[in-house]
């Protein structure tokens, strides 16, 4: 059983809104019963904004204080590609250690950098000649801001993560842990507009043995950093 | 008036312009876009008529479409080689319909990276219009810096001054304007475009969630006006720095140059069609100010697509 602990470790988490308001326990499968050591326990977040409508690219980590024993991998490698002047994905989670390489699926040169305060870089400007050449190291937990310095429009982000209990809400805000071992965790959830410090907001949750739970989450966001893509007759402009 | 800045010919930009493009093969790391533009609208005193019977109105249709090129200099430092094509054509008044070319040269220098950094922007454009008669066709070298920034994701501030050299060819005698003998020792010039302005400029822009775009700016010109009249006065004549007969026109129509400032009040709404196109609605507002107390308004409103490709 997933229980919350109630114990709201950050009195924010009432100025966002942030509500366990179900859990759902379903029926565990034979295959659990008969791997009781590792079961399937999961979590199923669904993220809400304020309005009611899902919140898409929302990263959601569980945190703990002792070594993990996880069937998940993680992500150690990732790639995010430049396909009609955006980034694809627009947030990436990886495994600090991990690293991801920047190619670039389109007729024209980009230039990505970032100067986040967890990674700093940038590459040349390049084409799709360069194949997977560009690639960095992310060793640092914290979140990486990457744009593109001939697009201002184009903006990603890379989580990286803590541990490898790691998941991306879709685009029906929903954002799903599998494979969970049982015990203590913090749940942080982070969003690029999440009005919070560091975009992000933590609780306490101890999962136990083979339970499988929802949570809703209503989150307050602040509005976009991104700029407009499209041209304007009174700035007609590249960039 | 004289320009601040030492170009002392339309050529040297043009020929600056041209070496560019000739060198721009020898660096490698460029990206080609290209932009088009129809702006529909209505000019409520084309001619920049001084009273009622001269403040003619028209509807007008305009095309432009420019292609560029973008050097990556450095990281901070960007260059611009663009060429540009637009044609006007005029519903009512079919003698301002113009035809022009230009092009320019735009250096950007990003303080940082990131669409929140400073920038400061250097610009030369050199370019030709063409209208009905020569009288109206001039060749207009710009000079212009600007101060671009992003304060927030919905304010971005741009200020800036620019240069503008206008000049014409050289026209024959007008036998009209001889024959008005007001004052044999003072013999105008015929160039109605020979003329230098400098002008200040602000906008801000307020940039919705949804992505729409309000902007609102404000241009001061120092410099000079160029307008139409049927009944040339012995007033105008002493006041005028050009006059000849005015080619928009069938005849009747004399056109004028007098040194001028110019409040320039601009209001426009954009808003996005698509990933890289928009409609914008603009009004523009013109308060001329000239020599001897004379003074000209115009409006404009204007519809338009952009689309960057």
Not at chain 1, 21 to 42: R, T, Y
Not at chain 1, 138 to 167: K, R, T
Request: hydrophobic residues 40%; glycine residues 6%.
């Amino acid at each position: 059983m997933i229980t919350p602990t109630m114990i709201l470790t950050d009195n924010k988490f009432l100025l966002y809104r942030m509500k366990i308001q179900a859990f759902v326990f379903v029926a565990i499968s034979p295959f659990i019963l008969c791997a009781p050591a590792v079961s399937a326990q999961e979590i199923s977040l669904h993220l809400y904004d304020t309005n009611g409508s899902p919140i898409q690219d929302a990263v959601v980590e569980l945190l703990s204080d002792t070594a993990v024993d996880s069937t998940s991998t993680g992500m150690r490698e990732a790639q995010i590609d430049q396909m009609d002047k955006e980034f694809v994905p627009t947030v990436t989670t990886i495994v600090a250690g991990g690293s991801a390489s920047f190619p670039n699926s389109d007729d024209i040169l980009h230039h990505v950098y970032s100067f986040s305060s967890a990674k700093t870089f940038d590459t040349p400007l390049y084409g799709s000649d360069a194949d997977n050449q560009y690639r960095e190291m992310f060793n640092v937990p914290g979140v990486v801001e990457i744009g593109c310095n001939i697009h201002d429009w184009m903006l990603a982000y890379i989580y990286v993560g803590e541990s490898e209990l790691m998941a991306i809400s879709n685009d029906v805000g929903i954002a799903q842990l599998t494979d969970i071992p049982s015990g203590q965790y913090r749940l942080r959830v982070w969003h690029s507009r999440l009005d919070a410090p560091q975009n992000s907001v933590e609780q306490d949750i101890l999962i136990e043995v083979g339970r499988v739970a929802e949570l809703e989450l209503t989150l307050e966001l602040v509005r976009d950093r991104r700029v407009r893509r499209a041209p304007s007759a009174n700035r007609k402009r590249y960039r | 008036m004289q320009s601040p800045f030492p170009v002392r010919s339309p050529k040297l930009s043009l020929a600056l312009c041209a070496a560019f493009i000739l060198f721009s093969n020898s660096l490698s790391h460029a990206n080609v876009f290209s932009q088009l533009g129809v702006n529909a609208g209505h000019e409520s005193n084309v001619p920049r008529g001084q009273d009622g019977p001269h403040k003619e109105e028209s509807s007008f249709l305009t095309v432009d479409y420019s292609i560029a090129k973008l050097y990556e200099l450095g990281t901070k430092n960007t260059l611009v080689l663009s060429g540009g094509i637009n044609a006007t054509r005029f519903n009512e008044l079919r003698g301002f319909d113009k035809l022009g070319v230009s092009v320019a040269a735009n250096y950007n220098y990003k303080w940082a990276f990131g669409a929140y950094a400073p920038v400061l922007s250097l610009s030369t454009s050199y370019g030709l219009e063409e209208y009905e008669g020569r009288a109206r066709d001039n060749e207009l070298l710009t000079l212009d810096v600007s101060f671009l920034k992003r304060l927030s994701p919905a304010w971005f501030l741009t200020l800036g001054a620019d240069s503008q050299q206008s000049r014409a060819d050289s026209l024959p005698h007008d036998p009209i304007i001889e024959q008005f003998g007001y004052d044999p020792d003072r013999s105008l010039p015929f160039e109605l475009y020979d003329y230098d302005s400098t002008s200040v400029y602000g906008d801000i822009e307020y940039s919705f969630e949804n992505g729409m775009l309000l902007n609102a700016g404000f241009r001061r010109v120092n410099g000079f006006t160029v307008s139409s009249t049927t009944r040339p006065t012995l007033a105008l004549y002493k006041v005028a720095d050009a006059l000849y007969s005015d080619p928009a026109f069938k005849a009747g129509w004399v056109a004028y140059q007098l040194e001028a400032d110019t409040n320039e009040w601009s209001l426009g709404l954009s808003i996005p069609s698509g990933l890289d196109s928009s409609i914008n609605f603009g009004y523009s507002f013109y308060d001329i100010s000239a020599v001897s107390g004379n003074s000209y308004v115009n409006r404009i409103f204007s519809v338009s697509y952009v689309h960057n490709f």
